[in-house]
């Protein structure tokens, strides 16, 4: 690990490639989002703000960055 690594921290907070549970339809969202976020298809909640990380509800499929 180089120093500058070392000395500059990287953020906690990642997108996320998520799948609903009942539709199987594919959307990424925030993994600290402040909203609600609804499927764009069936309407059930996929991630639910809590403070701080979100409550996921969906099925994650992928880490973006």
């Not at 990642?14 to 549970?21: A, I, V």
């Not at 199987?24 to 809590?50: D, F, M, W």
């Amino acid at each position: 690990m180089s120093e500058w690594e070392h000395l500059i921290p990287r953020p906690s907070s990642r997108f996320l490639k998520l799948r609903c549970r009942s539709c199987e339809n594919e959307q990424i969202v925030y993994s600290h989002t402040t909203h609600l976020i609804k499927c764009r298809a069936c309407g059930e909640v996929l991630a639910e703000p809590r403070g701080g990380k979100a409550k996921i509800n969906g099925i994650i499929i992928a880490v973006l960055g």
